[in-house]
């Protein structure tokens, strides 16, 4: 199997040679738990978190599988600077990638060691042969495994692995026009069709362990429903008949809450969440004129608002949606009998308003939708030339589709979730008369979706979001570089004493959060920079930046506590003039810098310090220095995105 995730592979054989400078490793030992065994193991799924942060996510076939779980070593390798305490979990599979067993284990990493730590799966009594011995070659070192890090995926929507499994035959109740949502990593399908009959079951696939799980059913069956995720809790609205209903699903106590009805009740519609509330577009309801209708639900306060939310600029139903870079896209869908829209319509919520519609590739209706980063995915669907089986993909900053995997099945009526390395094709149709059982599956990695506050600045004004500090009006631009923020670099500074920085652009950060941008500039004189922050007031910040030091470019990571000015680090690995992702994650008091020169697809670490949590804002900013005498020059922010 090919990586599921990018990056480079970080993981040995028996002629590895020791530790380089900096790196650590990880001989891992796993076997059944004494006097068990697990039969019938096709593959060995890993996954390595270090310090709360998903470091390494990969499986390895096992030879000559399906085998019996005796023993077996692998050898598990972290890039330079990657220590600290690591939980593995581990996960025996069979041949449909069904979990067969699972166990786990902690070590603590150091830098240029390699650590032992042995890990027992639970399975079942042992016939007293204690299972087939699989460790390691001949010559007793640890066999292949791929493993690659996951460093936070792919911010150009990730990379798909080229290996598709056609047929899960996944334990379930098939069905069609269900909900299909992502909720904390699970799939959940509430209703929907089983054959022409409408279902109340709830059924969560955990692809972790490759299992079912039933749950407590709906309070009533419907088809045609739309569901999404807040707050940890799933909510499903709308289906056949024109119902109204709304019910929530809390998991933690497996029940379910009937809350406010929709103001129009619609079937087939599509579902998004925006900034903490459900959104509802189109739907259909015995040829009513309201499939233009936008409906969102805040469960805060338990309403729904129809009123002053502007129209869609066409009738849709049985289409999907999806939330990217702080804007809805309404893919797919018809009006009528083999009107199938090839327009997807872009919603802002922050402006209320419609933006130029995207022509999509293949037009289709009661297809698959889901986003990875910054790239839309169309799954399967029906049109006038019968069922798709393309997944075709659409990146929004290249403004350009393609075509990137088919699956083995056309059917529409399904849901898709991209979600644990791969993407999910669940239920559908190609009759209305039955469901397809067949869950199938492609790897892609993916990076967690943005929040509230991305930007990809392409309107031509700032979103209510964003606050300048020390505003020049005539030092920025969104249409001097169409759909980029152009800050252009002029005299002044935050660091030390300095106070003087023009054009900082600020909004709220909340709690633990990642930021994100790419920055295109091509420093030439000392302290001229680029930069994405955390920020108090001119004395309290954390920024890494494409920066100009000791007369190169650097990628420059620096913070300054109430005052103090601290050189975190400074890496020359710098492309200059080549677009580069600036990333930094915080988690509680703890900053975690790093930096891509390829979109995203692989980050370099850039260090780690540790500051208050009082920087209560996230943004941008360029400037030529305190001092500088240097020439304006222009830096290019492509998008600002938040995780």
């Given at each position: ?23 650590a ?8 738990r ?5 039969r019938?193991?096709?593959?060995l ?17 096992l ?5 019996d ?40 990493l150091?830098?240029?060691?390699e ?15 204690g299972?087939?011995d ?14 690659p890090?996951s ?21 379930w ?9 992502l909720?904390?990593g ?17 059924e969560?696939?955990?692809?972790t ?10 309070p ?40 406010a ?5 619609q ?5 998004v ?10 739907g259909?309801c ?19 608002t ?10 849709r ?29 872009i ?7 419609w933006?130029?519609?995207?022509t ?10 889901f ?25 929004l ?8 995997t088919?699956?083995?099945i ?6 898709a979730?991209?979600?644990n390395?791969n ?21 892609l990695?993916?990076?967690p ?5 991305s ?27 169409p ?21 900082i652009?600020?909004q709220?950060?909340?709690?633990d ?12 004189a ?8 955390f920020?108090k007031d ?25 005052g103090t ?11 200059v003039g080549t ?32 500051a ?16 500088s ?5 222009n ?5 600002f995105?938040?995780?």
């Open positions: 199997m090919r990586p599921l995730a990018l990056g480079a592979l970080l993981l040995g054989l028996a002629a590895l040679p020791a530790c380089g400078d900096g790196e490793a990880l001989f891992l030992t796993v076997r059944a004494a006097g068990e065994t697990v019938g193991v096709s593959r799924r890993v996954v390595a978190t270090l310090d709360g942060v998903r470091s390494q996510d990969g499986e390895t076939a030879t000559g599988a399906p085998v779980l005796g023993s077996r070593s692998l050898q598990v390798r972290f890039p330079r600077g990657r220590t600290g305490r690591v939980t593995v979990d581990v996960t025996e599979l069979d041949a449909n990638r069904a979990g067969l067993g699972t166990g786990s284990g902690e070590a603590t150091v830098a240029g060691r650590t032992e730590l042995t890990v027992e799966l639970a399975g079942s009594p042992s016939d007293g042969d299972g087939t699989l460790g390691g070659s001949s010559d007793g070192g640890p066999p292949d495994l791929a493993v890090p460093d936070g995926g792919a911010t150009d929507g990730g990379a798909l692995d080229g290996s598709t499994s056609p047929d899960m035959a996944p334990p109740t098939a069905r069609r026009a269900a909900a299909v949502v909720l904390d699970k799939v959940y399908v509430a209703g929907g069709y089983t054959t022409t009959v409408a279902s109340d079951l709830l969560v696939f955990d692809p362990t490759g299992t079912w799980t039933r749950k407590q059913s709906m009533a069956p419907r088809g045609g429903v739309v569901g999404f995720a807040i707050g940890g809790k799933l909510y499903v609205a709308g289906g056949d008949t024109c119902n109204d209903a709304l019910v929530e699903y809390d998991p933690l106590v497996n029940g379910w809450t009937a809350r009805a929709m103001p129009k009740g079937e087939n519609a599509a579902a969440t925006i900034g903490g509330e459900g959104y509802v577009f189109g259909y015995l040829g009513s004129v309201d499939a233009t209708k936008v409906q969102k639900f805040n469960p805060s306060t338990g309403v729904w129809t009123t002053g939310l502007t129209a869609m600029p066409r009738s139903d049985r289409g999907g949606a999806v939330w990217v870079g702080g804007r809805a896209y309404i893919v797919g869908g018809q009006w009528g009998n083999g009107n199938y829209i090839s327009n997807i319509d919603y802002d919520p922050l402006n209320n308003t933006g130029n519609p995207v999509m590739q293949t037009p289709r209706s009661s297809l698959g939708v986003a990875c980063g910054h790239t839309i995915y169309a799954v399967d669907g029906a049109n006038g030339s019968g069922y798709s089986t393309l997944v075709d993909a659409y990146d900053n290249a403004n350009a589709w393609s075509t990137v088919s699956f083995g056309g059917r529409w009526q399904l849901g979730v991209a979600t390395g993407i999910y094709a669940l239920g559908g149709t190609t009759n209305e008369m039955s469901s397809i059982t067949t869950v199938e599956q492609h790897g990695a993916c990076p979706p943005v929040q509230a506050g930007d990809f600045f392409n309107a031509a004004t700032l979103g209510p979001q964003w606050t300048w500090v020390r505003e020049n009006a005539a030092g920025w631009s969104l249409t001097a570089s759909g980029s923020m152009r800050i252009t670099t002029a005299a002044g500074d935050i660091v030390r004493t300095s106070a003087d920085q023009k054009n652009l600020l709220a950060a909340g709690g959060v990642t930021i994100q941008t790419r920055v295109t500039i091509s420093p030439t000392p302290a001229q920079q680029a930069n994405v922050m920020y001119d004395d309290n910040f954390v920024q890494l930046g494409v920066a100009y030091a000791s007369n190169s470019v650097v990628i420059s990571f620096v913070k300054e506590i109430a000015t601290t050189n975190v680090a400074t890496s020359t690995d710098s492309m677009p580069t992702v600036l990333r930094i994650t915080r988690s509680g008091t703890i900053y975690t810098a790093s930096y891509s020169f390829d979109d995203g697809r692989t980050f370099t670490p850039a260090g780690t310090t540790t208050p949590t009082i920087l209560g804002q996230v943004g941008i900013g360029a400037t030529n220095g305190a001092s005498v240097a020439s304006a020059l830096a290019d922010f492509d998008w995105e938040r995780y």
